[in-house]
């Protein structure tokens, strides 16, 4: 009814804690009417939140404090099934997904029913390489003791991320098309992926080099824009989390960072937002579904 980065050895060591995350909406407190029945959350880590407390699945790295799960709790709805993992590419939707502990889980579409009326879909990451981009970016030496991934990328004159991603962009009409096989009445919201690391970076504090930082962000803002006009195109809803992280990134100080850099200062694993990254992204998508 409607009325209105994850690497094997990371997620191996990500504790299950019973601690909960206190968490009150920007946008708007607890519908007592639900605005959705079924609610139905689809993604990657970026959605998971791996390594924020409490741990629901620890083959997903799933968090109960995720984003999705403060959505549902805002909207109220009847049915919440999130479906989410850690390392899930776009192929994981349609296939089961063999994940680091060695567990296989369903594809998520088996969640989508009929009378599903809301999806958040966070994908395609993991489809473009993003965790392998990040981690071949780190360099422990300031220039020249070591290899800018941006020469790296784009030599011989051909950006080979750029080249992924162009690739990978159609894949969002086609998930959009699924889903609304799956689940005709369903309001469908991509979710976009949020502001990682500032202009220039902060070296050596994250050990990015300045032009590794630009152009890591630079391949996220691609990802992104490329996916609000794919989604947009099909007749699907884009939220777009990038304005609202900025100067929140890696480099940010601890108290105001909602993307855990290199080395977490918070619950979360690196590369990856945080408790506050993700209740960030639960109000822009609770404010986009009430407008």
Same mark, same amino acid.
């Given at each position: 009814?409607?009325?209105?980065?994850?690497?094997?050895?990371?997620l191996?060591?990500?504790? =299950?804690?019973?601690?909960?995350?206190?968490?009150?909406?920007?946008?708007?407190?607890?519908?007592?009417?639900?605005?959705? !029945?079924?609610?139905?959350?689809?993604?990657?880590?970026?959605?998971?939140?791996?390594?924020?407390?409490?741990?629901?699945?620890?083959?997903?790295?799933?968090?109960?404090?995720?984003y999705?799960?403060l959505?549902?709790e805002?909207?109220?709805?009847?049915?919440?099934?999130?479906?989410?993992?850690?390392?899930?590419?776009?192929?994981?939707? %349609?296939?089961?997904?063999?994940?680091?502990?060695?567990?296989?889980?369903?594809?998520?579409?088996?969640?989508?029913?009929?009378?599903?009326?809301?999806? =958040?879909?966070?994908?395609?990451?993991?489809?473009?390489?993003?965790?392998?981009?990040?981690?071949?970016?780190?360099?422990?030496?300031?220039?020249?003791?070591?290899?800018?991934?941006?020469? %790296? *990328?784009?030599?011989?004159?051909?950006?080979?991320?750029?080249?992924?991603?162009?690739?990978?962009?159609?894949?969002?009409? %086609? /998930?959009?098309?699924? /889903?609304?096989?799956?689940?005709?009445?369903?309001?469908?919201?991509?979710?976009?992926?949020? =502001?990682?690391?500032? !202009?220039?970076?902060?070296?050596?504090?994250?050990?990015?080099?300045?032009?590794?930082?630009?152009?890591?962000? *630079?391949?996220? !803002?691609?990802?992104?824009?490329?996916?609000?006009q794919?989604?947009?195109?099909?007749?699907?809803?884009?939220? !777009?989390?990038?304005?609202?992280?900025?100067?929140?990134?890696v480099?940010?100080?601890?108290?105001?960072?909602?993307?855990?850099?290199?080395?977490?200062?918070?619950?979360? /694993?690196?590369?990856?937002? *945080?408790?506050?990254?993700?209740?960030?992204?639960?109000?822009?998508?609770?404010?986009?579904?009430?407008?």
């Open positions: 009814m409607r009325t209105g980065i994850a690497l094997a050895g990371i191996g060591s990500i504790a =299950t804690t019973a601690v909960l995350v206190t968490w009150i909406p920007a946008s708007q407190p607890a519908t007592a009417t639900p605005l959705y !029945d079924s609610y139905v959350a689809l993604g990657d880590s970026f959605t998971s939140g791996p390594g924020i407390p409490p741990t629901v699945s620890e083959e997903c790295g799933r968090s109960g404090s995720n999705p799960t959505v549902a805002v909207l109220n709805v009847s049915r919440f099934v999130d479906v989410s993992c850690g390392g899930a590419v776009s192929g994981h939707l %349609t296939e089961s997904q063999a994940t680091f502990r060695g567990v296989g889980v369903p594809p998520q579409y088996e969640a989508l029913t009929p009378d599903t009326d809301l999806v =958040t879909v966070g994908i395609g990451g993991n489809d473009i390489g993003l965790v392998q981009l990040a981690a071949g970016c780190i360099n422990l030496l300031p220039p020249p003791n070591g290899q800018s991934c941006a020469a %790296t *990328n784009t030599a011989g004159g051909a950006d080979r991320v750029d080249a992924a991603i162009d690739a990978f962009v159609p894949r969002y009409e %086609t /998930i959009t098309a699924e /889903i609304r096989q799956r689940s005709p009445d369903a309001k469908i919201v991509f979710v976009g992926y949020p =502001t990682a690391v500032r !202009d220039g970076g902060c070296f050596p504090e994250q050990r990015l080099w300045p032009e590794d930082a630009t152009y890591l962000q *630079n391949k996220l !803002d691609r990802l992104n824009s490329a996916m609000r794919q989604v947009q195109e099909s007749g699907a809803e884009f939220v !777009d989390l990038t304005g609202s992280t900025v100067g929140h990134d480099c940010a100080d601890p108290d105001n960072r909602w993307m855990e850099g290199l080395s977490p200062v918070a619950e979360a /694993i690196p590369l990856h937002p *945080n408790a506050a990254g993700h209740r960030n992204a639960a109000d822009q998508v609770v404010a986009s579904l009430l407008e």
